[in-house]
């Protein structure tokens, strides 16, 4: 029965803010990799963000 009603989601529960080779965990590397650089002075914050975004385009 549980099955039958995962099933019934599948298109529903799709998370359409992730395309193409964009996956939500690395996502969450990029962003830990961006804090991690900032909170240890190794580059600024908008640099790391701007690094991040362009690691997840690739």
């Given at each position: 029965m549980a099955?039958n009603v995962?099933?019934?989601?599948?298109?529903?529960?799709?998370?359409?803010?992730?395309?193409?080779?964009?996956?939500?965990?690395?996502?969450?590397?990029?962003?830990?990799?961006?804090?991690?650089?900032?909170?240890?002075?190794?580059?600024?914050?908008?640099?790391?963000?701007?690094?991040?975004?362009?690691?997840?385009?690739?």
């Amino acid at each position: 029965m549980a099955a039958n009603v995962a099933f019934t989601q599948v298109n529903v529960s799709f998370d359409s803010a992730f395309v193409g080779r964009v996956t939500s965990s690395g996502a969450r590397r990029e962003a830990g990799l961006a804090f991690e650089a900032d909170m240890q002075e190794l580059e600024p914050l908008k640099e790391a963000i701007n690094r991040m975004l362009n690691q997840l385009r690739q």
